[in-house]
């Protein structure tokens, strides 16, 4: 039996019932096989394989706090520190009910590969808990966000572990786990990034990701002797990513004609607007149902759809395994030239290889949604240097890192 085939089947009989870390490593090992089997024996003597896809550190714990109305709730809270052989471990925290261990060991996992991409010296870790933060007051967030530091903050700090944001997960959150920090360790340093402004936060943050996306896709469609210019945008998602790549969409020429949230979507003939969008979902925290209402020319879908849209890109910005086999053949259909992945691994094996067929480019989330850490890392330098860097000065070294990981 092939090396690769052996730790995958290894892989998957220690970890049963985490689909998600299967396929995110099933994925990368069938991408490495060429080149582990020029070298098979002495990968397999080195263990290469098994150290790449066992993380080095596991922290479960619960986290106990107390709504408004004084009941107590426990959940489940994760930190999986994946791979810092490059450096301290970096990765997102994300509240939402699907959160488990499989789909934190996924998550860090690929990021362990994003991060390295970057060409920054930063590990790859995640964290989360199964908490949602939906219809949750402010107090009872901080109250969840202090009780889940209580126990992370032994295991993380500015040279060991720097989490940040993720999916529920926004500047409020971050400012309470790093408040929560700071409290119980007396220290003030760069352990957290996408923190505010006002206490060593980095302007261009909370745009990095979406605007790295496009930064890669304009990269992309330039190689192939295409122009982003003009092209009709289909995304899905309405969180950070997808709001700032609605905009920098717009920015660079093209027309972004859909959003989604997880109850519906919106087909906007005119483009998306997205002062509308920050309105609905960063300052009311409303459903796209909003959007619908202050834009009468707006259609608005219950449940899934975005992809049935006539497009020239389609850029998933959601979460993972959005973007299936039947989705890929629409794009296809309806004349869709690129996908770019602006979440982790949002696309399944299936549609992945059936869009490589088809002709379509293709950019995997590894790379595409890498603007975001990229600029947690930028973040953590000007932590380090007590210095606060300007947008521009950010944007700009962004784009660069966006166009090095196109070339590489």
Not at 114 to 132: R, V, Y
Not at 155 to 170: E, H, K, L, N
Request: proline letters at 4%; a negative charge.
């Amino acid at each position: 039996m092939r090396y690769v085939d052996e730790v995958l089947q290894q892989v998957i009989t220690q970890n049963p019932a985490q689909p998600e870390f299967h396929q995110a490593v099933q994925e990368v090992l069938e991408t490495l096989a060429p080149v582990i089997e020029k070298n098979e024996e002495l990968y397999r003597r080195e263990a290469l394989l098994e150290r790449l896809t066992v993380p080095e550190r596991i922290i479960m714990f619960r986290v106990p706090w107390v709504d408004d109305q004084g009941q107590v709730h426990v959940n489940n809270g994760y930190r999986v520190q994946f791979n810092g052989a490059i450096g301290p471990y970096k990765g997102g925290i994300r509240l939402h009910p699907s959160v488990n261990l499989g789909v934190m060991k996924f998550l860090s996992f690929e990021q362990t590969f994003k991060n390295s991409l970057t060409g920054l010296p930063i590990g790859g870790g995640k964290g989360g808990s199964d908490f949602d933060p939906k219809g949750k007051s402010d107090r009872e967030i901080m109250a969840f966000c202090q009780s889940f530091i209580n126990e992370l903050y032994k295991y993380i700090g500015a040279d060991t572990d720097v989490p940040a944001g993720d999916i529920g997960v926004g500047a409020r959150e971050v400012g309470y786990f790093f408040g929560q920090y700071r409290r119980l360790k007396g220290v003030f340093e760069g352990v957290f990034t996408g923190k505010g402004l006002s206490y060593g936060g980095s302007l261009a943050r909370p745009q990095a990701t979406g605007y790295g996306l496009l930064y890669i896709t304009q990269e992309m469609l330039k190689a192939n002797g295409q122009d982003i210019a003009g092209k009709t945008v289909a995304v899905s998602g309405a969180g950070n990513v997808a709001t700032y790549a609605i905009e920098k969409a717009w920015q660079l020429g093209a027309k972004p004609v859909t959003c989604s949230d997880s109850t519906g979507w919106i087909y906007d003939p005119d483009g998306i607007d997205v002062a509308t969008l920050i309105e609905v979902k960063q300052v009311k925290r409303a459903r796209l149902t909003e959007y619908a209402k202050a834009r009468p020319n707006s259609q608005y879908h219950e449940g899934k759809g975005v992809w049935t849209v006539k497009c020239d890109i389609a850029l998933p910005c959601a979460t993972q395994n959005e973007l299936l086999l039947e989705d890929a053949k629409a794009l296809v259909a309806n004349g869709c030239m690129a996908v770019c992945e602006g979440a982790n691994m949002p696309t399944s094996l299936d549609a992945t290889k059936y869009l490589q067929q088809q002709g379509v480019y293709f950019v995997p989330g590894k790379a595409a949604n890498a603007g975001g850490v990229a600029v947690s890392a930028l973040e953590m330098s000007q932590n380090s240097e007590r210095l606060s860097w300007s947008f521009e000065q950010v944007d700009s070294q962004l784009q660069q890192i966006m166009v090095n990981i196109f070339h590489n």
